[in-house]
């Protein structure tokens, strides 16, 4: 299946290294597909997504939230993600 839209995130690691705390900034995609949207951790399927949502909280980055029957789940993203939500919501209302 082909993706739909693709909007970049970002998560924080943070390790030990022998007496040195390391923080490691991760950057993967989020892809949508006509059925599903998927992480490097996650898979939802669409009809388990209830919304998407955005707060921006600074001028270069933001929360995309996403509402789904296991609860919200919140990424930190620096695009705006307003072409994913809308794609988002298109197969929303197709399906």
């Known amino acids: 299946m082909s993706i739909i839209s693709m909007i970049p995130y970002t ?46 909280v600074s001028k270069d980055s933001g929360f995309l939230y996403l509402h789904t029957n296991q609860g919200m789940f919140a990424y930190t993203i620096q695009t705006d993600p307003s072409a994913f939500i809308t794609a988002y919501k298109n197969i929303k209302t197709k399906g």
């Not at 900034?25 to 669409?46: G, P």
């Open 11 to 56: 998560y924080v690691e943070r390790k030990i290294k022998r007496t040195q705390k390391v923080t490691i900034q991760h950057s993967k995609d989020m892809c949508l597909y006509a059925d599903s949207i998927e992480t490097q951790n996650d898979c939802f399927h669409i009809n388990d997504v209830f919304d998407i949502s955005y707060k921006c």
